[in-house]
Structure formats: C-alpha cells, structure tokens
T-cell receptor, first 115, second 112 residues
Framework: ETGVTQTPRHLVMGMTNKKSLKCEQH?????MYWYKQSAKKPLELMFV???????ENNSVPSRFSPECPNSSHLFLHLHTLQPEDSALYLC??????????????FGPGTRLTVL | GEDVEQSLFLSVREGDSSVINCTYT??????LYWYKQEPGAGLQLLTY?????DMKQDQRLTVLLNKKDKHLSLRIADTQTGDSAIYFC????????????FGTGTQLKVEL
C-alpha cells in the first residue's frame, strides 16, 4: 500500500451505534488530520495530530473521539451520532512543520451515513 | 479566523479556458494552494503560490494572486473533460502552523 488509506470506504450506522474510522499513511509523515466534507460547505478541519500529540481540536462535539497511537495510524471513534453528521470524512498527512510549505496528502475518505 | 470563499459551480466547453476564483480574509497568508478532487477520491495538490509572488504558471495552469484584494484565481487553459472535478482553494496563515483553511470547492463541469 502506498499513500494514505482509509477504511471502511462506506459506513452506515444508527444513532446508537459505536464505530471507528481508520486511517493509515505510508509516507513517513509526522502530522495527521481529520476533515469533514459536507456538500456546499467549506472543508472543515476537525483534528490535527503532530508527532502523535493532538495540537488542534476545532470545537468538535465529543461524540467524535480521535486517537493517534503512532505516527502512521489515526482513528476516529464515533458514538451516538446525529443524522447531520452524515458526510465524507477525509484523513490527510503531511511532514510535521512549523509553518513552511505544507502539502497535505489525502486519503479517499469514508462516506458516513447516519440513520 | 480565516474565511475562504469560492463559487460552487462552473461550467465550460471543452477547449475553452476555465477560471476558478477564491477570496480569503487573512492578509498574513503565506502559502495559497489549489487542490483537485476527482470523483471517489481524496484531494490532491494541483499547484500552489507563495505570497511574495503575483503569478505562477505550470503548463496549462496559471495561478494569479492579488494580495491587495485578497483574491486568488486558477486558470486552466484548453480545458478537457478530464479536468472535470472539484477544485479547492486553501490558505495557510502565518502563525497557523500546519493548518490550512479550505473553501467549499468549485465543481467544474466540462461539456463537449
């Protein structure tokens, strides 16, 4: 596998379910990101991890819980979601940096539907 | 915080030029990026420009930056059907670390 992979690609869950999204990067990067993509809205940054430490949490509801066990893996744990949480969830990675050029590499996303 | 705005849709004929526009609010922006998202895929960096530049050309792509008006544009010459995709403008601000602020994306449709 190369680049950034995400599993599953599609997920349908009820509001009372608990599920997890997985992201893995094979690029040797030290920063990883979760984004939410909804129709007609800006791409929304949810969480940023740098060297396995969470450095940004953009006022995301607690029903979304990220986990970064090492620099290659990132999880998003989901519980008690709402229908408005249905969206495409994108994972990205980049070399850890301090404000220089920051190309982010994206996975294909997980299409989440909450019933 | 930073706001980035784009129109949602653009339709052009094959062979014509496409111009996708973006406006942003933070004048301290350092790097400005254009990403492309094809159906069923994640975003992929298309091109970028540093804030001390006004223009950057890369084959069929021309990026123009007007810092005074905080306006960024992407011109695609000789647009092909394979250019149909969503194009995202993203801005990186000084002091923002690795953080990029993205727009809504512009859906480009290329018609025969």
């Amino acid at each position: 596998e190369t680049g950034v992979t995400q599993t599953p690609r599609h997920l349908v869950m009820g509001m009372t379910n608990k599920k997890s999204l997985k992201c893995e990067q094979h690029l040797g990067h030290n920063a990883m990101y979760w984004y939410k993509q909804s129709a007609k809205k800006p791409l929304e940054l949810m969480f940023v991890y740098s060297l396995e430490e969470r450095v940004e949490n953009n006022s995301v509801p607690s029903r979304f819980s990220p986990e970064c066990p090492n620099s290659s893996h990132l999880f998003l744990h989901l519980h008690t979601l709402q229908p408005e949480d249905s969206a495409l969830y994108l994972c990205a990675s980049s070399p850890a940096g301090t404000g220089g050029f920051n190309e982010q590499f994206f996975g294909p996303g997980t299409r989440l539907t909450v019933l | 915080g930073e706001d980035v705005e784009q129109s949602l849709f653009l339709s052009v004929r094959e062979g014509d030029s496409s111009v996708i526009n973006c406006t942003y609010t933070d004048s301290s922006s350092t790097y400005l990026y254009w990403y492309k998202q094809e159906p069923g895929a994640g975003l992929q960096l298309l091109t970028y420009i540093f804030s001390n530049m006004d223009m950057k050309q890369d084959q069929r792509l021309t990026v123009l930056l007007n810092k005074k008006d905080k306006h960024l544009s992407l011109r695609i010459a000789d647009t092909q059907t394979g250019d149909s995709a969503i194009y995202f403008c993203a801005v990186q601000a000084t002091g923002g670390g690795n953080k990029l602020t993205f727009g809504t994306g512009t859906q480009l449709k290329v018609e025969l």
